[in-house]
């Protein structure tokens, strides 16, 4: 059974970092793209970043282009998400998912529905 299982997230301040890890199992995890996904409060999913397969290529959504870094590492099947001068506006419940890695041109986000798996998420909270 495929699984993919959030940590890393909590409480911190403004400005502040935080790295999340996604760590997988039950499927052939080097075969497929990781996207991570964040829902604020009141606000709709949205696709943040993705990587591919092989690491190789990575997107970024414009929300957070500059501010995070993806990366894999396929001997651990672990995807971490490296998350530097935090807002208020990131705090979010933050979900990895496995599928494919693209970018929408139209959306400048990582499209939800070409993600086959998913996490149950981590929340980050930000304080002012």
């Known amino acids: 059974e495929a699984q993919l299982v959030e940590s890393g997230g909590g409480l911190v301040q403004a400005g502040g970092s935080l790295r999340l890890s996604c760590a997988a199992s039950?499927?052939?995890?080097?075969?497929?793209?990781i996207g991570w996904f964040r829902q604020g409060p009141g606000k709709e999913r949205e696709g943040i970043s993705c990587?591919?397969?092989?690491?190789?290529?990575?997107y970024y959504a414009d929300s957070v282009k500059g501010r995070f870094t993806i990366s894999r590492d396929n001997a651990k099947n672990t995807v971490y998400l490296q998350m530097n001068s935090l807002e208020p506006e990131d705090a979010a419940a933050y979900y990895c998912?496995?599928?494919?890695?693209?970018?929408?041109?139209?959306?400048?986000?990582?499209?939800?529905?070409?993600?086959?798996?998913w996490g149950e998420g981590t929340l980050v909270s930000v304080s002012t």
């Open positions: 998912a496995a599928g494919v890695c693209v970018f929408s041109i139209a959306t400048r986000t990582v499209p939800q529905h070409v993600m086959d798996y």
């Open positions: 039950g499927f052939t995890f080097d075969s497929y793209g």
């Open positions: 990587i591919t397969s092989r690491g190789d290529t990575t």
